[in-house]
């Protein structure tokens, strides 16, 4: 009955964008499709240029990987599977202020895997609650292991995910794994499905230079409709930029739901160091220390050693996403804040890797996070402003071309395997105007962070001048760029 009304929804949902989509083509001036019209449809990509052809990179590449390149690569992992002995495998999974429901539901997919792989393996819980501990006791005795899976805790104080991974790295580099070892990083809202152990740790035998890799994501959302499409559309979106990415063997995080690392880099006092203390010396606010990221941390030091990172496709763990807000908007602005600070902070010093560390196109990548803030507002600003000067045409004609654009980017966002929705095309302009705005606002801010399940946020206990010299320095550096990008629109409009 749920996919009965589900698909009843959608059905209506993409027959009511259709039907707007054809109001606004008969609303815009006839000459628009006439293509010996200076007003023909396609010039108004060219402000756009750079980034379709960036997308349209990303979608190529992410095809090639995905049906070409990755399945020539799986043939050979499973021949290594048949040839070599299977190596230790050590889970660590960090829980904290997650509810009992899905810590249970966790830690039974962790067990049951750690069961049926075959592989030796070690459970490391990372834990601060007394009752997850008790928790997972009473788990591990109704399944009743066999001698081959090992079950450890290391309880932390509760001072956040960094310390948590950087004391579960310690404890299993006490234990001294062999060189083949695969350490598993699982979050405590992560779910694993069932073979997922055998179908990953073969790549690091396949590629003696991989330090980790990530697999694909699917998620059930505790929220709203809009909530629920907002999230799925962002899994499928991740889903073929990491295709893309894993095409050169650069993917961009090892996220931190799960991923996978080889265990001399998950013991590598450094490594560890970059995870539990990471930190930035900006040049106007000074040095602070990164609360969240720590998914951004553990892949800038992967490179900065001089691992190659990878993606598995076609191996899925189920995620569960508690929204911070019941407001869509205040709970994807919060979100937006957090990821996109994040990425923010890396990327300046991650750039400085250069392109014989990263690859050219790595590179070109990271470049393009710190220009499509503005790119992405340049549309919407040149069409608001030449609707005000000339005519209200000019904003149809903008809106007409979002839609079609949108509805096109969300078909082709069918070769993920993700489910698409109807709400898919508003909610990728969404993501490209909130987005560029919460980029805007947080790239003057870097030293603002907060953790959304923690309710934490960086306290720098800084002195009163710095404090209002760090406000009033990112305010005005904010006005200043945003003046100059609406001051140069409108010389060129």
């Not at 904290?96 to 030796?120: K, N, Q, W």
Request: aromatic share 12%.
């Amino acid at each position: 009955m749920e996919r009965l009304t589900q698909g009843f929804i959608d059905i209506a949902g993409w027959l009511f964008y259709l039907s707007l989509l054809m109001v606004l083509a008969l609303a815009v001036p006839q000459t628009l499709f006439d293509p010996t019209s200076r007003d023909f449809l396609l010039l108004l990509g060219a402000v756009g240029i750079w980034r379709y052809s960036m997308g349209l990179t990303h979608f190529l590449r992410g095809l090639l990987f995905l049906y070409v390149v990755f399945p020539h690569y799986r043939r050979k992992a499973r021949q290594l599977v048949e040839a070599t002995a299977l190596p230790h495998v050590c889970l660590l999974v960090t829980s904290f202020r997650i509810d009992a429901l899905t810590t249970a539901m966790v830690y039974r997919s962790v067990i049951e895997e750690a069961i049926a792989c075959g592989h030796p393996t070690s459970i490391v819980c990372s834990i601060v609650e007394l009752s997850d501990e008790l928790l997972v006791k009473r788990l591990w005795a109704r399944y009743d292991p066999p001698a081959r899976v090992k079950l450890h805790f290391v309880r932390i104080a509760g001072t956040g995910k960094r310390d948590g991974l950087a004391n579960g790295f310690r404890a299993i580099s006490r234990h001294l794994p062999t060189p083949d070892a695969v350490v598993v990083v699982v979050d405590g809202d992560s779910i694993l499905k069932p073979g997922i152990i055998g179908r990953t740790v073969p790549y690091f035998r396949l590629f003696p230079r991989l330090g980790g890799l990530t697999t694909n994501e699917f998620c059930h959302v505790h929220g709203s409709y809009i909530m629920r499409e907002w999230h799925r559309l962002r899994f499928a979106q991740r889903h073929l930029n990491m295709c893309s990415m894993a095409l050169g063997k650069r993917v961009l995080t090892m996220t931190g739901r799960l991923s996978m690392f080889r265990a001399e880099v998950a013991t590598d006092p450094g490594f560890i160091a970059d995870v539990e203390s990471d930190y930035l010396d900006h040049w106007r606010l000074g040095r602070f220390p990164f609360l969240t990221g720590d998914d951004k941390s553990s892949w800038y030091s992967l490179m900065r050693l001089g691992y190659d990172t990878f993606y598995v496709p076609d191996v899925a763990i189920d995620t569960i996403e508690h929204p911070p807000e019941k407001s869509f908007f205040k709970a994807s602005r919060k979100l937006m804040f957090r990821w996109y600070g994040n990425n923010l902070r890396q990327n300046s010093r991650a750039m400085r890797l250069g392109p014989g560390r990263l690859g050219l196109f790595t590179s070109l990548v990271l470049f393009d996070q710190r220009v499509s803030m503005w790119t992405c507002l340049l549309g919407l600003a040149v069409a608001l402003i030449a609707s005000l000067k000339y005519s209200i045409a000019y904003l149809l004609i903008y809106l007409l071309w979002i839609g079609f654009t949108r509805l096109v980017l969300t078909l082709l966002l069918t070769v993920t395997g993700h489910p698409v929705g109807p709400a898919y095309p508003l909610l990728l302009y969404y993501n490209q105007i909130v987005g560029a705005l919460v980029k805007i606002h947080v790239f003057f801010r870097l030293d603002q962070q907060s953790w959304t399940r923690q309710k934490t946020r960086l306290n720098r206990d800084l002195g009163g001048f710095q404090r209002w010299f760090n406000v009033w320095s990112s305010r005005s550096m904010t006005f200043s760029a945003a003046s100059l990008f609406i001051a140069t629109l409108l010389l060129v409009v």
